[in-house]
């Protein structure tokens, strides 16, 4: 339930700030207030480890004198401290070059009314209890199997905020938004080779998160089967990226569809506006007003009112990723997107994992990936990886110590199916991919 006396509190502030920007003499301004209060608690070998409670407001403004632009920051809501804020961002507009694409957004783009995405579930859960569930967690993780020998640790955050912005074109809207954590990692040793591994839930709603014990089976689970990991000789063959290692693929793929890569042309998917960047059966669409996501959002960071879109449909790329000032910038229209894209989701296939593994035959799994070794201009990607070789579609061994590399364009191009064991824990939702082949750099 949004508080909503809170949420005209931060309003008032938000008013005096862009009062205050037209009283100094800026043509347009807009400000945004947030607080965000929490609990994070982690507990290793039974024992508590650290307890620490967050508690955070932050203000900031953006003014315009015609084309020129200044922004500063405060975390002091008192009314010397809002003057002083205002006048540094128009001291630094006024010094500021000149740039014929900034300003707000036109107002028709502006989002008018609030929609309650249920996306505000606070905890109330007192620090001794976080305890307990990070000690059952990790205890859970620790009892499953003999070989593992030491622990990271478990760790139960809960946070929850207040968010209002506005701008001087009329825009003033607020919400309520809260996210939960409980997460575990633990290592296992066996003939003198350690293994490392994790698992987590994340939810809105602490109700939804799963049980501490299951966390930590997980976890276990995750580590004990990476034991007597090998490298493989180098090859080329059919690369199944699980579905916690295929938003990364998505990733890339949005930020070269991305307003600030795509105008200063550091994309490797320039100009593929309406053209196939992947195979026919792919559909990529936004959702930010799905109830209780963790992506939603009725409005973007400039206030800009958000909708559901296809980015890619038949494999074709439908739209960019555009906030106001990237959208000028390519003589374009905003998409929302300021801040980034709201759940994102690509539309499953009919195969389970087990039926993405056999449909991989032989070939490698990947469950972990390592390095930053992604050129956006080229797309060529070449990173660390580990994870399981299959062969006949039976997980064999482990793997680790290698490298897959390609060229993103092309794996694009060349996913063979998408999986419907779809990883729901973040703003991006996607089952496991197949890719046709890669490059795999071993002994």
Partial sequence: MQNQQEINRLKDVVRQLLDEAKRQGADAAEAGFSIDNGLSVSARLGEVETIEYHCDQGIGVTVYFGKQKGSASTNDISAASLTETVKAACSIARYASADDFAGLPDPEDLARSAVDLDIYHPWAIEASQAIELAVACENAAREYDAAISNSEGATVNSHSGTRVFGNSQGFLQGYQSSRHSLSCSVLAGANDGMQRDYWYSVARNPQFLEAPELVGRKAAQRTVARLGARSLSTRQCPVLFAAEMASGLIGALIGAVSGGN??????????????????????????????????????????????????????????YVLSTYSARK?????????????????????????????????????????GQGINRVTGDYSRGASGFWVENGQIQYPVQEITIAGNLKNMLRNVVAIGNDVDMRGNLRVGSILLEQMAIAGE
């Fill in 330 to 370: 390519l003589g374009m229209r905003t998409t929302g997107n300021a801040g980034g894209v709201h759940n994102l989701i690509v539309e499953p296939g009919e195969r389970d994992f087990a039926g993405m593994l056999a449909l991989l035959d032989t070939g490698l799994l990947v469950t972990e990936l390592m």
């Fill in 262 to 319: 795509l105008y200063r042309k550091s994309s490797f998917l320039l100009d593929s506006l309406h053209t196939q960047v992947m195979p026919d059966f792919v559909r990529i669409h936004e959702e930010p007003l799905l109830p209780g996501a963790l992506g939603s959002a009725s409005y973007d960071a400039e206030g800009v009112t958000t909708r559901a879109r296809d980015i890619v449909r038949g494999g074709v790329l439908e739209s």
